[in-house]
């Protein structure tokens, strides 16, 4: 039972456009999200987090949206780069258990140039 | 920083073998974990420790031992092993900062069982 889920494996935008990618959960428990990119050949790396008492973070290109009643989140890129072409994680916790992630399928974001 | 290391990058085995996966971290992180990588699975964690000579079982513990003798180092050894351990193997590190933890990977091992 994958309590977090990417249902899109893959995804292609145009360079320039917005990439929207989009993660559900099911555990009603769990009070942090986080995003993880990765590269062929390398492990993933830490993109972007938010805490459940939000609904929006921003990190430069990177928007995090939750919602909460939905157990929805979504990740937005805006301008999409061809370098920003990677596997995208979706991961989540409960409060008090950072280190128990349990991720998602991952997405393959192409950005075609 | 090297940040966090894993050797060796490849390694084919036969069924019932054994082997230790190296894991090495220089950032002074107490939490290190294991993960292994399945294809249409994600990451699911194998084995954790939250400090030299602490160690718990993950989502997928059965078939790996682990132990932590140092901060800086976690080794995932396979005890005898089997085609359903083929998979890409991930070790991290990780800080606790706002009440998550930002966990740093290692570049990963590629494994297949035959």
């Known amino acids: 039972d994958q309590q977090v889920k990417q249902n899109s494996p893959s995804l292609s935008v145009q360079e320039g456009r917005i990439s929207i990618l989009n993660c559900d959960y099911t555990?009603?428990?769990?009070?942090?999200f986080l995003w993880y990119k990765k590269y062929p050949a390398e492990g993933p790396t830490f993109l972007i987090s938010?805490?459940?008492?939000?609904d929006k973070n921003e990190d430069g290109r990177f928007t995090v949206f939750l919602n909460k009643s939905a157990k929805h989140l979504s990740l937005h890129i805006v301008p999409s780069q061809p370098g920003d072409s990677a596997v995208y994680f979706c991961?989540?916790?409960?409060?008090?258990?950072?280190?128990?992630?349990?991720f998602g399928s991952g997405t393959q974001l192409t950005v075609l140039p | 920083n090297a940040g966090v290391t894993q050797t060796p990058k490849f390694q084919v085995l036969k069924t019932g073998q054994s082997m230790t996966l190296q894991c090495a971290q220089d950032?002074?992180?107490?939490?290190m974990s294991w993960y292994r990588q399945d294809p249409g699975m994600g990451l699911r964690l194998i084995h954790y420790?939250?400090?030299?000579?602490?160690?718990d079982q993950g989502e997928v513990p059965n078939g790996y031992n682990v132990s932590r003798s140092t901060t800086e180092d976690f080794p995932l050894r396979l005890l005898s092993a089997a085609p359903s351990q083929t998979s890409v193997y991930f070790c991290?590190?990780?800080?606790?900062?706002?009440?998550?933890?930002?966990?740093?990977f290692g570049p990963g091992t590629r494994l297949t069982v035959l």
């Open positions: 991290a590190s990780s800080y606790t900062s706002g009440g998550t933890d930002t966990q740093y």
């Open positions: 555990n009603s428990m769990f009070d942090y």
């Open positions: 938010i805490s459940s008492i939000k």
């Open positions: 991961a989540a916790h409960p409060r008090g258990s950072a280190r128990q992630l349990t």
């Open positions: 950032m002074n992180h107490e939490y």
């Open positions: 420790s939250v400090g030299a000579g602490i160690t």
